[in-house]
């Protein structure tokens, strides 16, 4: 099993932290460990490298952020977990189809693990319950190895998604694990998460001692 380091970093600024991605995959070599982060951020909407500015509608306060993540635009606010993965993509045995396949899979299995029946959809990725979207995914890929990673919205203020077009799609509809009976605090959903796709990229956890 390849090990993997997982680090909690609590609630941060999204532009600190796509910084610090870009410097750890600039700067990693092929003995640099894997990292998956875990953390909440800010409110602020983001854009992918695709994202048309018609799909903001209205973005008040929130601040926006042009990312080189893949993807359109999406909202990101505290009560939503997201999950960083700083992974090299030859030593998981994964193309960048594969890995999205498998955050998919990750977080179907989380929710049905709490009794929620959740798809993925071949043409728009990402995770649904019925027709509203609760999980939403976007990565990088640099000299093979992935950042950015995906957002799970588990207690969070959904009324931003009403100033935007989640991922690009105006009639989209989202939803969160509250609503669906689930109380999951954000660092419980990031560990159960990551172990989840842990398993299935045969990884070995090891939690910074720091974090």
Not at 31 to 39: A, G, K, R
Not at 191 to 204: F, K, M, V
Request: proline share 6%; with cysteine; net charge neutral.
């Amino acid at each position: 099993m390849q090990p993997v380091i997982l680090r909690w970093l609590g609630l941060r600024d999204y532009e600190q932290t796509w910084r610090e991605m870009r410097t750890f995959t600039n700067q990693r070599t092929p003995q640099t460990l894997s990292e998956i982060w875990l953390l909440e951020h800010t409110p602020v909407f983001t854009q992918g490298q695709a994202g048309k500015p018609e799909h903001i509608l209205d973005p008040g306060i929130i601040p926006v952020v042009h990312s080189d993540r893949g993807g359109q635009v999406t909202y990101h606010g505290p009560g939503q977990l997201v999950m960083y993965l700083l992974l090299d993509l030859k030593a998981i045995n994964k193309g960048i189809r594969g890995l999205v396949s498998c955050m998919e899979d990750t977080v179907i299995q989380l929710l049905a693990n709490h009794g929620i029946e959740a798809t993925a959809r071949p043409q728009a990725p990402g995770v649904y319950v019925g027709e509203k979207k609760i999980a939403a995914l976007g990565l990088r890929v640099r000299k093979g190895y992935t950042y950015h990673g995906l957002a799970l919205n588990l207690d969070m203020d959904l009324m931003p998604f009403e100033h935007i077009h989640p991922c690009g799609h105006a009639e989209q509809q989202v939803t969160r694990l509250r609503d669906l009976g689930v109380d999951l605090k954000t660092p419980q959903a990031g560990g159960e998460l990551a172990g989840i796709l842990c398993s299935r990229l045969n990884l070995e956890p090891r939690w910074n001692s720091h974090d």
